[in-house]
């Protein structure tokens, strides 16, 4: 048990579409990272939020936006989904020192 | 930038016999390390960090790491492998001196025990 939540575990859209995903953090942890894990590949940095505020971004596209909001939830947005957008979607809350992963949320574009 | 290569992307291994699940980093300055497990249709659980002092480092389900600087390599290790090892693994870094650094993975190696 992490502490971290994510909903909803599975989803299937359709290309074209728009989806959010949840994640509830452990108190305390003020960053909270998302992840993207494509079918047979590790987890891929998005983007990190500290206190509220994007604090990094890795090599995605802007159609990926996130929040964070003061009682440790966040989302993560994807607009405009692409069949490649298909994964499990990792949620991270963190210290310096160590990452508490969520169960993912499993996407499935069509 | 830091970055995390896992040498194999597969290890078939017997039960009861030992593993070794390679793992190089790289960065130009101290790095905090880990090894995570991931079984089946579920998230990633730590089994182990290194962060500083002893390099040898312990952790769950009987499994151990060594951080080696001069290699720049942190090596997983079980002596005995059981069948519920079968999972993915992944190494992980962060920079010491970043406090809200991301974690950065390598891309995993799937452990498979033969019967």
């Known amino acids: 048990e992490t502490g971290v939540t994510q909903s909803p575990t599975h989803l299937i859209k359709t290309r074209g579409q728009q989806v959010t995903l949840r994640c509830s953090s452990q108190s305390g942890h003020n960053t909270v990272s998302w992840y993207q894990q494509a079918l047979g590949q590790g987890p891929q940095f998005i983007f990190q939020y500290y206190r509220e505020e994007e604090n990094g971004r890795g090599n995605f596209p802007p159609r990926f936006s996130g929040l964070q909001f003061p009682n440790y939830s966040s989302e993560l947005n994807v607009n405009a989904l692409e069949l490649d957008d298909s994964a499990l979607y990792l949620c991270a809350s963190s210290t310096h020192t160590e990452a508490f992963f969520g169960q993912g949320t499993r996407l499935t574009v069509v | 930038a830091q970055s995390v290569t896992q040498l194999d992307s597969q290890v078939p291994v017997f039960e009861e016999a030992p593993v070794e699940l390679r793992c190089n980093y790289s960065?130009?300055?101290?790095?905090?390390l880990f090894w995570y497990v991931q079984y089946p249709n579920q998230g990633l659980q730590l089994l182990l960090k290194?962060?500083?002092?002893?390099?040898l480092v312990k952790g769950i389900n009987g499994f151990e790491a060594e951080f080696n600087k001069s290699q720049t390599s942190f090596h997983l290790r079980k002596p005995s492998v059981h069948i519920s090892d079968t999972a993915e693994y992944f190494c992980a870094v962060t920079l010491v001196m970043n406090r809200d650094d991301k974690i950065i993975f390598g891309k995993g190696t799937r452990l498979h025990i033969l019967p």
């Open positions: 290194y962060l500083s002092g002893s390099t």
């Open positions: 960065s130009s300055v101290s790095v905090y």
